[in-house]
């Protein structure tokens, strides 16, 4: 499963094999399906709904311990810039690689990204009503779009400027969106 979630984070899901999987896990094919009945499908769909739920407790404890969601939102930010800052550029969401492929890849696959994505979103939703926002579901979707955007971006170009314009314009973007 470590694996499977470095490569389709890294390759995403029609890039990686797998041949790829087993050769750099070290895990024997019959050992792999007997896990995974539907192979490359079930192994991904497993690994998203992992990966979604290691972000959103990630998300619930920066969301829990900040002064406000923003500044919570901004901190996190700013991990994702220096994630992208120290590597070569294929780093970024665990999910995103595999979910732009979802549709293709199968349901289970679809399902799994679609989870995630609104696990994290709920999170943050769940702050910012804490917090008195008036409209937290609706801020809660606009950032995670615009995080998960930026990424798509910084990834793209090798360049986080897209997260750090992001980073900066949550407080304003929540306020606009409160009002």
Known sequence: MRTGGRLFRRQGYANTSIKQILDESGVVA????????????????IVLRGSGAV????????????????HAIQAWISLLE??????????GCPVAP???????????????AAA???GWAE??????????????????????????????????????AALRTVRESIPKLLAALDS
Do not use: N, W
Not at 31 to 45: E, I, R, W
Not at 101 to 107: K, N, S, V, W
Not at 124 to 150: K, N, Y
């Open 116 to 118: 995630a994505f609104a």
């Open 55 to 70: 972000i959103a407790d990630h998300l619930r404890t920066a969301l829990t311990g900040a002064a406000t969601p923003a």
């Open 123 to 160: 999170v943050i939703a769940e702050h910012l009503s804490a917090a008195g926002h008036r409209r937290p579901t609706q801020a809660a979707t606009v950032v995670l779009s615009s995080i998960e955007g930026a990424l798509l971006l910084a990834r793209t170009s090798g360049d986080p």
């Open 82 to 91: 220096q994630s992208m800052a120290g590597s070569d550029g294929l780093e």
């Open 98 to 112: 595999v979910a732009a492929e979802a549709p293709m890849a199968g349901t289970a696959v679809r399902e799994a």
């Open 30 to 45: 019959g050992s792999l399906y007997h896990h995974f009945p539907g192979g490359k499908q079930d192994l991904a769909a």
